[in-house]
């Protein structure tokens, strides 16, 4: 079992930079492809960035070339560097953790794009 728990969210000015972490206990996150999430206000839930078991990364169109995904196994750990942000990258932004029938989801942190 893989306990999820992000953090890094606030509030940031257009053109800004955040870091999201998403950081697991109980199991090591390298043994899972994780993905980042972001649910805006009013819209569905939409992936925005995958990290596989070998370190291959994809990103939405939205976001390519300014959010960057990364693993860091010494602290179980996969970041989400956000650069440029933009009002419509106001989110919760969730990570979610999966191999075979296993799913495991954080409850997710606040990123909110404000002048």
């Known amino acids: 079992h893989v306990q999820l728990l992000e953090s890094g969210g606030g509030l940031v000015q257009p053109g800004g930079s955040r870091t999201l972490a998403c950081v697991a206990s109980?199991?090591?996150?390298?043994?899972?492809?994780v993905d980042w999430y972001r649910q805006a206000p009013g819209k569905q839930r939409e992936v925005v960035a995958t990290i596989v078991t070998d370190g291959d990364t994809a990103y939405t169109s939205a976001v390519k070339g300014r959010f960057t995904v990364s693993r860091d196994n010494a602290n179980n750990t996969v970041w989400l560097r956000m650069n440029n942000l933009k009002f419509e990258d106001t989110a919760i932004y969730s990570c979610?953790?999966?191999?075979?029938?296993?799913?495991?989801w954080g409850r997710g942190t606040q990123v909110t794009v404000s002048s």
């Open positions: 109980g199991s090591a996150i390298n043994q899972y492809i």
């Open positions: 979610k953790a999966y191999r075979g029938s296993e799913n495991y």
